[in-house]
């Protein structure tokens, strides 16, 4: 079964510095993955989608993500981040599972910005 | 705008009460998801239905939640009976699936939290 870990629980950066918040993944084959923010008290929004093709992906809201197989990796950056970026941040991986894929999530990461 | 839509946004209930959580998926999605998400477990996947078929729903605690879509336009979560140990946010997701691939983004709803006292 396909698997997400997001090993950082909580990640503070200043206004304007770079950020990365790290994603991998666990998955027999290709896999299709998914960066999603939630904002507090809302549901949560896509930022960005891998399914083949360039390996670095660009998202909305400034936000990219390189895919690197040999690293099972799926980390996303941003060269300057904005205090509206503070968020929990959650990394997917969509499996197929027999006649059916499913979503599954890495536990998140929470982003506080300080000014 | 096109969006996924459940009800009720906030429900506080006592133990042993029924719950019922609703949700419209966006029209012509073909898959529709249920999730909960709390402080210690994240985000759990409870059902998810293909067109309107439940696919998968081992997520699920058996004895007390059901999980059905009596139409493309609604899909229900109920428990019964509830427990503090309910106490989550659950969301709705819906997306399009072509076989078992997605094609797109998974949409999700704002979600219904639920209090169990």
């Known amino acids: 079964a396909q698997s997400v870990t997001q090993p950082d629980i909580h990640i503070t950066v200043s206004e304007g510095a770079s950020l990365e918040l790290r994603c991998n993944y666990s998955y027999g084959a290709t896999p299709y993955l998914f960066w999603y923010v939630q904002s507090p008290g809302q549901g949560l929004q896509l930022l960005l989608k891998?399914?083949?093709?360039?390996?670095l992906v660009q998202g909305i809201k400034g936000f990219e993500a390189e895919f690197k197989r040999s690293q099972s990796s799926f980390n996303l950056r941003k060269p300057s981040v904005h205090w509206s970026d503070a968020a929990e941040y959650f990394c997917?991986?969509?499996?197929?599972?027999?006649?059916?894929?499913?979503?599954?999530f890495g536990t998140g990461t929470r982003l506080q910005v300080t000014l | 705008d096109a969006r996924v839509t459940q009800t009720p946004r906030d429900k506080v209930t006592e133990m042993g009460q029924e719950v019922t959580m609703r949700c419209q998926p966006i029209l012509g999605h073909n898959t529709v998801f249920w999730y909960r998400q709390t402080m210690m477990q994240g985000l759990e996947l409870l059902a998810y239905?293909?067109?309107?078929?439940?696919?998968?729903d081992s997520g699920m605690p058996k004895d007390r939640f059901s999980a059905e879509m009596p139409d493309a336009t609604l899909a229900t979560l109920k428990i019964q009976p509830s427990e503090p140990r309910d106490s989550a946010v659950y969301f709705c997701a819906s997306g399009f699936f072509s076989g078992s691939v997605i094609t797109g983004e998974l949409f999700f709803g704002e979600g219904s939290r639920l209090t169990v006292l």
């Open positions: 239905f293909r067109n309107r078929a439940p696919l998968d």
């Open positions: 997917a991986v969509v499996g197929n599972t027999g006649t059916a894929s499913k979503l599954t």
């Open positions: 891998y399914f083949s093709g360039d390996t």
